[in-house]
C-alpha cells in the first residue's frame, strides 16, 4: 500500500545546531503537507507544498519538495529551544481524499 | 486555540467496557478526521467524514464505529475495550475534506484502559 515514511525517528541536537527531517513516498504525490507537535500539544498545520521542486520558507525553517514529488524535507536552521517537537508530513498519494501520514521525527533540542 | 472542541479530555475504564468520544468542528468546516496516537507512535488515521457521509477510512478497528450529525459534531465510539486502545485520540476537522485542506486539530481526549 502507500507508504510515507520519515527519517529520523529522533534527533538530538543542541541549540544553534541546524536540523532535517525527510519524508519519503512510494508513490508520486500531489501535494504533501508539514505539521508541529508540540510536546503535550496537538498537530498543527506548517505549510503545504504542490509543485515539484518547491521551496518554501518561514522564518528559520526551510520546507522542499522534491522534482519527482516522492520525497520532501524539512530543514531548521540554528534550532531553539521553541523547535522542540514532533514534526509529521503528510502526502495526497493522488486520490485527493485521503493524506498519507509519515510516523513523524522528534526533535530535541539541548540548550 | 483551533476551534476544535473534544470532549472529554480525559477517560478511565476498564477492559471491556464502551466509550463514546466526542467532537465539535471549526465553525463552517464540513468535514472531521479522527485519528489515534499511542505512547511514542504516530497518527495513526482512523476515519473521515464529510457533510455526514463516511469519506475515508484508515486503520479502524472492527469495535470502532463513528458517525457525523446533521449539525456536523461527530462522535467515535470505542467498544469492546482493550488495554492497547489506551491512546490520545485526536479529532480534526477542514472546510472541504479535500487532502488539500488545512487540518485543525482539536486538544485531544487521553483514554486510558485499566
Known amino acids: 500500500g502507500q507508504q510515507v515514511m520519515q527519517i529520523p525517528q529522533y534527533q538530538h541536537v543542541q541549540e544553534g545546531e541546524d536540523f532535517t527531517t525527510y519524508c519519503n513516498s512510494s508513490?508520486?504525490?500531489?501535494?504533501i503537507q508539514w505539521y508541529k507537535q508540540r510536546p503535550g500539544g496537538h498537530p498543527v498545520f506548517l505549510i503545504q507544498l504542490v509543485k515539484s521542486g518547491e521551496v518554501k520558507k518561514q522564518k528559520r525553517l526551510t520546507f522542499q519538495f522534491g522534482e519527482a514529488k516522492k520525497n520532501s524535507s524539512l530543514h531548521i536552521t540554528a534550532t531553539q529551544t521553541t523547535d522542540v517537537g514532533t514534526y509529521f508530513c503528510a502526502g495526497d498519494a493522488g486520490n485527493n481524499r485521503k493524506l498519507i501520514w509519515g510516523l513523524g521525527t522528534s526533535l530535541a533540542v539541548n540548550p | 486555540d483551533s476551534g476544535v472542541t473534544q470532549t472529554p479530555k480525559h477517560l478511565i475504564t476498564a477492559t471491556g467496557q464502551r466509550v463514546t468520544l466526542r467532537c465539535s468542528p471549526r465553525s463552517g468546516d464540513l468535514s472531521v478526521y479522527w485519528y489515534q496516537q499511542s505512547l511514542d507512535q504516530g497518527l495513526q488515521f482512523l476515519i473521515q467524514?464529510?457533510?455526514?457521509?463516511?469519506?475515508a477510512k484508515g486503520n479502524i478497528l472492527e469495535r470502532f464505529s463513528a458517525q457525523q450529525f446533521p449539525d456536523l459534531h461527530s462522535e467515535l465510539n470505542l467498544s469492546s475495550l482493550e488495554l492497547g486502545d489506551s491512546a490520545l485520540y485526536f479529532c480534526a476537522s477542514s472546510p472541504t475534506g479535500l487532502s488539500t485542506d488545512t487540518q485543525y486539530f482539536g486538544p485531544g481526549t487521553r483514554l486510558t484502559v485499566l
Open positions: 467524514y464529510y457533510n455526514g457521509e463516511e469519506r
Open positions: 508513490t508520486t504525490l500531489s501535494n
